[in-house]
């Protein structure tokens, strides 16, 4: 089992932004911590969104912002 984290999803994880909702914009990293743990208890939406959701929770409960935030500033996206 490979536990190396993929290092392309972690740039896509540090830049992506929620798209609804009454945080519609910010970057995941910024959302509040209990409303993902919200998400958590009332279950994640379907696909690519709740993996990212999911990723964040645990990043957030662990206190490894710090290394999104280092990603976002070390490979900041290109449009």
Do not use: C
Not at 41 to 59: A, D, F, N, V
């Amino acid at each position: 089992m490979d536990l190396t984290p993929d290092r392309q999803k972690l740039i896509e994880l540090a830049h992506y932004r929620m798209p609804f909702g009454k945080f519609k914009g910010r970057y995941l990293v910024d959302l509040p911590e209990p409303y993902l743990i919200w998400f958590k208890q009332k279950g994640y939406p379907e696909g690519k969104l709740g993996h990212l959701l999911e990723s964040m929770t645990e990043i957030k409960i662990n206190g490894l912002e710090p290394i999104i935030r280092k990603i976002q500033k070390d490979f900041p996206r290109r449009f």
